[in-house]
């Protein structure tokens, strides 16, 4: 049997608003690394086959301010910070469990002409 290697990591985000039009960079920390896990070839009905993912243990909460907003606009941005990782469940409830979803550095008004 291997071993697990989901740790703590730091990234950069990519943050938008629609109101505000304007993405903005943000470093934070993240988990990431394997977790040992495996698929039966002969499948039991009786015994669930849960896959583990590295995921967050503890997360706290910071928030920024979208620079560029119109006057009117919620120009506040909150976003989470992990504090401690483990090898568990991918909660869909808070997290992106896909395979491939649109990446931390997607801006969706990088293509917007003026």
């Given amino acids: 049997m291997c071993c697990n290697s989901c740790e703590l990591t730091n990234i950069t985000i990519t943050v938008e608003k629609e109101e505000c039009r304007f993405c903005l960079s943000i470093n934070t920390t993240w988990c990431a690394g394997y977790c040992y896990t495996r698929d ?16 967050f243990k503890e997360l706290v909460y910071e928030t920024v301010r979208v620079p560029g907003c119109a006057h ?6 909150t976003y989470p910070i992990a504090t401690e990782c483990h090898c568990g469940k991918c909660n869909r409830d808070s997290t992106d469990c896909t395979v491939q979803g649109l990446g931390p550095s997607y801006c969706s008004f990088s293509e917007i002409k003026e």
């Fill in 40 to 55: 039966l070839v002969y499948k039991d009905p009786t015994r669930r086959n849960t896959q583990k993912a590295c995921t």
């Fill in 72 to 77: 009117h606009a919620d120009s506040v941005y």
